[in-house]
């Protein structure tokens, strides 16, 4: 048993699954690491046990699934980890938001309550819940309207994303459950609430996700304006006290220590989200180093000393990263998922069988295919909406599109342009990012994704920028740790400790001069299809949206 140093636990909550991580607290050292799969994984078609549909852009998640990472993964990892548990002196936690949790006084999620066991809205609403997107163009009008001084905050637009737009849908479709719901909870709170007994909202959701700026949220006046029976949300259902982060949220109960093996008492940091938390676990604490967490998503944080209004920006928060700087936040609504769906839904069967002949990864073998390629050679180009756009449109109301396809398009062809439409819609975000005031001088790159060398070489020659890697391959859960020593007060901050802990690879993609022209001449493509489909030009994916919801209705009206 290691007995002589000090480690802490990070703990993080991602869109499929949750993952624990031992970490030496001198060095960062990531001893172990233990993953659990949520056995419910996303919850978009039917409820658990039901084959009721549910309606278009719901995306649930089940509570307990996130106790199991508790109670398995952490164990599992200090096991592997080979050290005494009593050796474990703090735990942080990050989690994907906006992620929503309708809760009793106690915590108690409604939906495990028998009287609530079938009802989706009692269920916990994933970041990527879209349905709320007509409440979140309501609260935006009326913002600009009444001139609203949080709103540019936000780049001029709420997403239907956030605690707002998702707690009015709850309040306007199920006002039953709105009015047995004590809490409504962001799910960075909620297992920190699980893991001391204790409910502290965090600093980084309530500024990102919550419209709080300046300690203030929307005023009652503005929310009665809304819906009369929304006036009291704040008061209600959502006020709480802040944690700043790194500070000690609480300290592991009893039962939370039986659950993990892990001694009682010890301190348990402020929640945070999985992007934000990534920063210092790669380093990027000061001005202009932009982190991309690529995943299913993408998340795109960094710090200025200046405060500017970005468009279409996810929100910008003093301290929202870093204390002292001002943290920014944009993002792309689907990156890894949209390949994902590729390979799930237009691949052949021969290719998977070919990949399996070579040994390789259905992934691996198109990327191989795809590399051969010269740049625009498949004729493609495609915008990378499938999921909406978080930024810098902040409409999810938007869908995907593939321009150019013919009878000889391949499945590497439309693999390609996928991989090439998320490092231009990186690009937009960069561009807006640069023309407001707030210069992106480095790019760094988290996530699973950056193990894939060609979509690293093709976002370095979009950007014409050198792509910088984290050197951890578990981004938000060292950085969950980082903030744990800092709440252990084993470093006096995140600063501190982010130099001591933290690993960065800098410049280890640079781009190539003839690639960069090549794709500065495809990117203007793009944002011609970027601009015509997603500013006004022609509605036709909210028409399409408006009658897809329309066919729902009447499906399941047909099926009752």
Known sequence: MRTQESYVI????????GRAVVVRVSDGAELASAVVEYPHGVVERSLPGST?????DWALQVPEDYRQVLKQAVPAAVAQAGIDPSS??????????????????????????????????????LWRHHAAQPQAERINELARVRNESWLPRYGGLISSEWEFAKGLQLLEEAPAVYEAMDHWVEAADWIVWQLTGSYVRNACTAGYKGIRQDGSYPSQDFLATLNPGFAR????????????????????????ARWTGLS????????????????????AVEPGQMVAIMGTSTCHVMSSGELREVPGMCGVVDGGIIPGLYGYEAGQSGV????????????????????????????????????????GQHGLIALDWHSGNRSVLVDHELSGVVVGQTLATRPEDGYRALLEATAFGARVIVETFNAAGVPVTEFIVAGGLMKNQLLMQIYADVLNLPLSTIGSSQGPALGSAIH?????????????????????????????????A??????????LLHDYFGRGANDVMHRLKAIARDAHKVAVEVSA
Not at 99 to 120: K, R
Not at 518 to 527: I, P, S
């Open 10 to 17: 990070g703990i993080d909550y991602g869109t499929l699954s």
């Open 52 to 56: 009721d549909l549910l309606p278009p």
């Open 88 to 125: 474990v002196v703090g735990i942080g936690t990050d989690f994907t938001a906006c992620t929503m949790v309708p809760t009793t006084t106690d915590g108690t999620p409604l939906c495990e309550l028998p009287e609530w066991a079938n009802e989706p809205h009692a269920f916990i609403k």
């Open 233 to 256: 949300f704040v008061v209600d259902k959502l006020d709480q006290p802040i944690g700043n982060l790194g500070d000690v949220a609480g300290y592991l109960s009893a039962e939370a």
């Open 264 to 283: 009682e008492g010890i301190p348990v940091a402020v929640g945070n989200v999985d992007a934000h938390v990534t920063a210092p676990a790669a380093k």
């Open 336 to 375: 890894g998922d949209i390949f994902g769906w590729f390979i799930k839904n237009s691949v052949p069967e021969k290719y998977h069988a070919k990949a399996g002949k070579r040994g390789m990864g259905i992934h691996e073998y198109l990327t191989s295919l795809a590399e051969r390629q010269s740049i």
């Open 484 to 516: 744990a020593a800092v709440a252990a007060g084993l470093y006096p901050d995140i600063r501190v400790a982010s130099a001591a802990m933290g690993s960065v690879n800098r410049a280890v993609v640079t781009p190539i001069a003839e690639n960069v």
């Open 518 to 527: 090549a794709y500065d001449a495809l990117f203007a493509e793009y944002r």
